[in-house]
Structures are given as C-alpha cells and as structure tokens.
C-alpha cells in the first residue's frame, strides 16, 4: 500500500473537513501521513463537531493560530505554505511515495509573503524541475501545453521543438494511449485556410512517435470535436495547447470528480482540482468526489510510470 | 403554425433520409415546404425503399443528376447551392416565415463553382447583413463573437466599439437573458494578470446594458468556468469570443442535438449542426434529433424576435 502525505491546504477552507470526511475510506487506497500538527488538528476538528481519528498519523507542522472559517489571512497562508513544504520534504526523502494537496488560497500566500501563484509554481521552483498540469479524472484527463499566460501569448508557443520534447516528457511520465494533440486553429486550420501553426504540431507528434517507436500520440485533432462523446470513446487523454481549450470542456463535463496532477517531477502530486471554498467552510458541506479521486491515482499503476 | 422552406442540402448526403424520416413529425410544428423537384425527391426516395408522402410540398429545383450515395459531385453541390437559394428567396417575398437548411458538402460547392465556403457566409453575401452565428440547443446556445478566423487574430477582434456593436444586434434578434459573455484570458485575466483584454470586454457589456436599460449580459465571465453544471443553471446562453471557447465545451455536453442559427439577417435561418455524413448516407442510420431541434426553433417564441 503506498504512503501518501497529504496537506492540509488553508485550514481557514474547506480542506481540512475533507480530510476527515474521507479518512476511513482513503485507508483502504493508502496509508496517509497527514502534514499538520495535533493542536491545529485538534482546533479543527472542533470546530467541525467532532474527533481527530485514532489512527490519524500526523508529521507536525510548526505554528498555531485561530481558525476563522471563511477568511484570508496570513496566519493561514503561512500554516498551508509549511503544511505543503513539509509533504514535499517527506516525499523527497522517500518516507513516503507522492502527495496530495488540498487547496490553498493564493492570496493567504501573497499575504505571508509566499511568493509562488500555486502548487506547481512552487514545486517547479523547489525541485528545479518542469511540472506537467494534467486535469481530469479516469475517464478525461487533459494535460496542458501552456497554462497561465495570456491567450496572445499562446500562439508563440507553438513550436515543434519545444512541443516535442513537452510531448516525450510526458510519456516518459504517463502510461496513457492513445492521447489526442490538439490543434490550435478552429478546424485545426482546416488545410492552412484558418492558420497555419498546425504545421508545427503534426511535426512535433510525427518526431515524438518515432522516438517513442510507436502510435502514442495523434493529431493535431480538431479542438471542438476532441471531446464530443464519439471522440471520448477513443481518446481519453488529450494535450491541450491553451488553458481554456481543454479546461473548459472537461470542466463542462466533469466538474466535481477532476483532480490535478504533477507530471515530470521527482514526486508524483495530486490535488484536488476545487478552490478552498470558504463559502461553506466548516458548514460539512463540501464533496470529498475529488480528494477520493486524488488520493487512488496514486495506487493505480496504469496511469503513471 | 409557421411556414417553413427546407433546403434539401447534398443529396449524396444523409439529409433527404432525415427529411424524410422527420416528415410527420415536423408537420406538428410547421407547415414545410421542401426545396426540390419530384424527379430528384423520388430517386433518393426509391435509394431509400420508400415513397414520398401524400402531403410533401415541394418548391421546385430545376436540375437532374444520379445520386451517388457519400461522393462528392459538382452536380450534387450545384443542386444544394440552387436548393438553398429557392429557399431564401421563398422567405425573402414572405411566402415561408423562415428556412432550415440541411447540411452542403463545402467541396462540391467548390466543385461546383459556388464560391462561398458555407451557409452563412453565403447569406452575408446573398442578404447583404452581417449574419450572427448561434450553436446549441435549449439547455445552452452559445453565439460566436468571431468565427472562423486563425487563433492569432483573434485578440485584435477584442476590442470595446465592435464587441458593443454585436451585442447589440444579438439583443435585438434574441429574446433571452441572462447571458453571459465570456472573457478572453484564462481566468478571465485574474485581475489582469494573465492579459489585460477583459477590460475591453467589460466596456462593452456595460455600454451594452446602459443602452437597453437592463441587465442583459453579464461578465467578462470565467471562460473555463462558464460550462460547469452550476453556472449552467443559471446561464442559458453564452458570446464566446472564438470558436473553440465556445464550441469545444457545446459539443462535449450536447453534440447530437445541437443546431446552427443565423441571428440578425432579414430572415430566420436554422440548420443541423452536423454535416453530410457521406459515411453513412442512405443506410438509414442519421439521427433526426438536430434536425427536429432546427425545426422547432422557429416555433418557440421565447427565443427570438
């Protein structure tokens, strides 16, 4: 059973309710080391009415502070940072096998003075090493080619050299095929008559299958046919060239159950791919669908290498 | 009951098979007239071991030639261009109250020396107005804000004056409201972090609703969250400012119902949003439900004006 370490996210969220939520079922998938010290635990669970688990392991995390449910606060920002630093460090020095985090507020970040936008800002930066955004769940995962840049910047992107070597990295990380590459034009271009970029990107998965020595990725398929039900059926794995043109349709599809994993690095991470939700935080509202579906990627083998 | 022209598109195709198959149906909601002659009519019905039926009106199309089930033929382009032609001209001097268009082969249109690359853009051409694209069903329409245009020139189209413009002319032929308009950027720009052409956006719909006098369009809204179940519920309607932002998401939740309607032209036009499906023609297999959805559309009163 592999060992996870999991962090708690902003405690002033949703995350923590998750993972208490889900505890005794997560223990059938992994055996989970949780990133928090007994006296925030503790506080939490309170303030949810109940018990921190017998069994509940936890590798402490410095620092106390009061939950206020719903609020952005340093405090909390600060306490997510050191939850999530401490996983990593855990899974650097093998204690355990990959993570998963729960969500954390982007500004608690900026407030602590924790310079990174996200999880995957910060792992690249921490680990030295370039992460893959992959999206979804079993049934669509997309992974993304950029991410989080403006859309007149995507198309300087497309490149065959750098497409190619996104392409075997991914490969080299996922076990998935076959997976669809995206074009990046309405009707991929339709033969050059709408854009001509997908040149580039027939040319980037032709090398990448003759390195790989076999049909793994195909295209540059047609971006509003990629996910119509037919095309599912075949291709349950899709590379995205843009944010928006493979986040949008597997969001259409399937919002509640998509979780978020990095790719490439030493580590294998998995998120949920929800916010912190302070709306309804400590109100046991919140759906554990994604955090489930976080935490078993890990025990199955199909999908990484 | 309205009175509708239906052009018969490529008879190579499966459209005269959904026609035909749809007949009783579509007379519960309108009074059709088929855009085709009894020599044509008949052929593809005997390559369908069928008759024409008692009380199918038909709007004659000069022109005779030998159904060549799934090829591509000048002679079959020729037909559906004069098909669609005899359509809009019963509508233009009012003796239909609007048309529904079975789908065209664009390379017989080619072949055949018709010099539009499809529908709307010969009724541009035809009307001389500038048609508004709008794909969907009931649950979700999304209109296009450009078309199809390379992904590189899309940005310089985001621009407050002509985004203001459309949204005018989209109230003005469509009765329904929320809608939202999406932004350009992941994120919608994150505060203008990830692009800055959302303030464009916001511009538009503010001039937008001060000039109709209510909230009628709200955003620049989340491009990736825009599709979820949640903001579904609330949003029916969507302006995508590009083709894939709108459609890749459409077409993963509701591909086989879908319809294409032009807003904004002197005339009412729908049509199917699939195409000839020369694969399958005249093996009774095409599915009527888009073209049931195109039909029924002119009847609904909420939706246009």
């Known amino acids: 059973m592999k060992r996870l370490a999991i962090s708690v996210g902003d ?3 949703v995350g923590f309710e998750i993972i208490l939520k889900a505890h ?37 995390v410095s620092g106390e ?22 996983a990593i460090d855990l899974a650097v020095s093998k204690v355990v096998d990959g993570i998963v985090t729960l969500p954390i507020h982007k500004e608690a970040w900026k407030l602590a003075g924790v310079d990174y936008v996200g999880h995957t800002d910060a792992l690249r930066d921490i680990l030295k090493a370039d992460a893959i955004m992959m999206l979804g769940c079993d049934k669509l995962y997309v992974a993304l080619y950029t991410e ?5 910047e995507v198309i300087e992107h497309i490149r065959s050299e750098p497409l190619y070597d996104f392409l075997i990295r991914l490969h080299h990380s996922l076990k998935r095929s076959p997976i669809a590459v ?13 854009g001509d970029e997908e ?17 793994v990725f195909e295209g540059p398929i047609v971006p509003d046919v990629a ?3 037919r095309s599912r059926e075949y291709f349950k794995t899709v590379v995205a060239m843009y944010h928006d043109q493979g986040l949008a349709p597997l969001k259409a599809l399937y919002f509640d159950e998509g979780i978020n994993v990095s790719l490439g690095l030493p580590i ?9 939700a302070f709306d309804i935080a400590y109100e046991k509202k919140a759906s554990i669908l994604s955090y489930m579906n976080a935490v078993q990627f890990h025990s199955r083998d199909d999908n990484t290498k």
């Open 11 to 13: 405690l002033n969220g």
């Open 148 to 152: 989080h840049i403006p859309l007149r």
């Open 24 to 60: 005794d079922r997560i223990k059938q998938f992994c055996d989970p080391i949780y990133c928090i010290n007994y006296t925030m635990a503790h506080q939490a669970a309170m303030l949810l009415d109940t018990q921190i688990p017998n069994d509940f392991h936890m590798m402490k």
């Open 65 to 86: 502070f009061t939950i206020q449910p719903g609020h952005v606060s340093a405090e909390s920002g600060r306490y997510s940072f050191d939850s999530f630093v401490t």
């Open 199 to 215: 040149r580039f990107i027939e040319e980037a998965i032709q090398k990448a299958n003759e390195t790989i020595g076999e049909t």
């Open 268 to 276: 294998l991470r998995t998120s949920v791919d929800h916010g912190t």
């Open 182 to 194: 995206l074009g990046i034009n309405p009707h991929a271009g339709d033969h050059g008559v709408l």
């Open 227 to 229: 996910f119509t039900p």
